[in-house]
């Protein structure tokens, strides 16, 4: 590989007022004398604001927005300037993808070329598109998991423990399944005839490798390599649905899936695919995001401050419009400490877990001990991360190959937990925005009176994340005995059932029926009741034998039960 002396045209950069960093753009130099490079400009042209009138949001990313944002339609969404692209691809670079957040180009092109770029007055900053290194996760085949608790309403097979240990199972069974959210998962690729998947509602995909809608295995190298089989294991552990086998925590949100990470060995990942999937994601209505991505190449511990990682930077402009944004924080934490942190990069957490208004998630055991793996804080400028834990060892999954025998080490496997956590609590509150979700996971968790680097602020709990409110405490979890919702009878039913609640004072009360994977059947009940005892009959001559779950609210009481219609 050649390396370049770049001092000849370091005066003309310096001139121009573009930000060069030569010694990294030296040594990313490819065999082919190309070099991949962001090229960052100082504005977006003229009439951004006309341009602006231009632009139409998707309807999911408008309500989304809304919650945030006074003007919905913002800087962001205003295309680099066509002119300044014409001008780049006139020096013979080849232009591989545009970010309207960043308002750059990622690009290949020769040193040649980039001295006549740096020269444009129109550039800001010309920096290497940064590598991925993939942190090891190892899978243990035929591993068994008890469940500590058998009065869940769903059997969740294999994921028990992953779903009890964050009280999933508890909001489960008033009826959030974090249906109404929509996620962007981005991963390696998704196989998606996997009966794990068989329920699942997949809005769109896109491949950022191949430039196409399959983000499963294509071509023989992708097969050969087992492209898809990560992707595939972390979807499943987010929204499988095969009762008493396994059971993800947001198996009814809906799905946007970009396959944007090669497997193959000996290719380096870079951070413009995973910028093209965020903006592409937000675009296409995402509420919640999971990455199990970790960009270490060109950048050290020092970097880690929130501000300096493209993935980083572009993890904060998703979160300010809006996206709840979820990634692991790396699987460093047995390596040691860098001697010099502006040298390198090892036991911290790594770009994007760095960003301000990210979850970054580390992993914990079965028995909610920090796995050895699991990256550590803090951030270079001194935030404590890693935000939250969840299980990350033996993590129960689809094995890509046919059946679940596949369980993961890795905080790969913790992050889309907690992303299915949030997709659910956002299920439950639809009006709060990705920073309450995230205030109200973290604040809420084994920890958060006494936070450090190692659990950041402890293992989620779901249940009391539900409860949590913005003046500083939790309500309650247990259930007054002012309201009571009865045994229904009978139970099993055909084709009616009768159901019954207590009301010891004045109270609004909601009863409403939900099938198995939380869509409403039917609301039975609406209304303000009066003290005593009011019984309800549902009758359901219209619908199919199976398994319903009666819903019932009054204040901040939730109750349900499972009844079951036999024909």
């Not at 003309?12 to 010694?23: P, S």
């Not at 499988?240 to 193959?264: C, D, M, Q, R, W």
């Not at 009940?525 to 319903?548: K, M, P, R, S």
Request: aromatic residues 10%; glycine residues 6%; hydrophobic residues 40%.
């Amino acid at each position: 590989m050649r390396r370049y002396f770049i001092i000849s045209f370091l005066a003309a950069c310096i001139t121009a007022g573009a930000d060069v960093d030569f010694q990294k753009l030296n040594e990313a130099v490819r065999e082919d004398d190309q070099i991949h490079t962001w090229i960052m400009f100082k504005d977006k042209g003229p009439n951004v604001n006309a341009r602006k009138q231009n632009v139409t949001l998707n309807s999911k990313t408008l309500e989304r927005r809304k919650k945030l944002l006074s003007e919905p339609v913002t800087w962001y969404d205003v295309s680099v300037y066509q002119e300044y692209i014409n001008r780049i691809i006139s020096v013979g670079a080849e232009v591989r993808r545009e970010s309207k957040w960043l308002n750059a180009l990622s690009v290949f092109a020769s040193m040649e070329q980039i001295q006549k770029i740096a020269a444009m007055n129109f550039v800001k900053r010309i920096q290497p598109v940064a590598k991925l290194r993939r942190g090891k996760h190892k899978t243990i085949n035929n591993m068994t998991y008890t469940g500590r608790r058998n009065s869940s309403l769903m059997d969740y097979g294999l994921a028990q423990t992953q779903i009890e240990m964050m009280n999933c199972d508890l909001v489960h069974d008033i009826g959030y399944f974090g249906q109404g959210v929509r996620i962007l998962v981005i991963d390696t690729g998704f196989d998606l005839t996997h009966e794990a998947f068989d329920s699942l509602h997949v809005i769109d995909q896109w491949d950022f490798i191949n430039d196409d809608n399959n983000t499963a295995n294509e071509t023989e190298s992708e097969i050969h390599d087992n492209q898809h089989n990560h992707g595939t294991s972390i979807l499943s552990i987010i929204g499988a649905y095969v009762p008493g086998t396994l059971i993800g925590p947001a198996f009814s949100s809906e799905y946007l899936l970009a396959k944007t990470e090669i497997v193959a060995e000996e290719i380096q990942q870079e951070e413009d695919n995973y910028i093209a999937a965020l903006e592409w994601g937000e675009a296409n209505g995402a509420d919640v995001v999971n990455s199990s991505l970790g960009y270490l190449d060109w950048y050290s511990y020092c970097d880690m401050d929130g501000n300096t990682a493209i993935t980083t930077i572009g993890v904060d402009i998703a979160a300010n419009l809006g996206l709840t944004c979820v990634t692991s924080a790396g699987n460093w934490g047995n390596e040691e400490p860098p001697e010099d942190p502006c040298e390198s990069l090892s036991y911290y957490i790594s770009a994007p877990a760095d960003a301000d208004s990210v979850i970054a998630v580390g992993a914990v055991s079965a028995d909610s001990l920090l796995a050895y793996f699991s990256s550590r804080g803090p951030s270079y400028d001194g935030r404590i991360k890693p935000e939250v834990c969840a299980l990350g060892v033996g993590v129960a999954a689809a094995n890509p190959a046919g059946g679940y025998s596949v369980f993961y080490n890795g905080t790969s496997a913790s992050s889309p937990l907690v992303a299915g956590a949030a997709a659910v609590l956002l299920s439950a509150n639809p009006q709060w925005t990705n920073m309450e979700i995230r205030e109200a996971l973290m604040m809420t968790a084994s920890q958060a009176d006494i936070p450090n680097n190692d659990y950041g602020y402890g293992l989620v709990n779901i249940w009391s994340a539900l409860f949590y409110n913005y003046s500083g405490s939790t309500i309650t979890t247990q259930h007054p005995a002012s309201f009571s919702l009865h045994t229904a009878y009978p139970n099993p039913f055909n084709p009616a059932v009768t159901l019954a609640v207590s009301v010891a004072r004045l109270s609004m009360v909601n009863i409403t029926i939900l099938d198995i994977k939380g869509r409403l059947i039917t609301t039975i009940c609406n209304e303000v009741l009066d003290i005593g005892n009011h019984q309800f009959v549902w009758d359901a001559t219209t619908q199919t034998n199976g398994i319903y779950i009666v819903r019932s609210t009054a204040g901040q009481t939730a109750l349900s039960q499972k009844i079951t219609l036999i024909k």
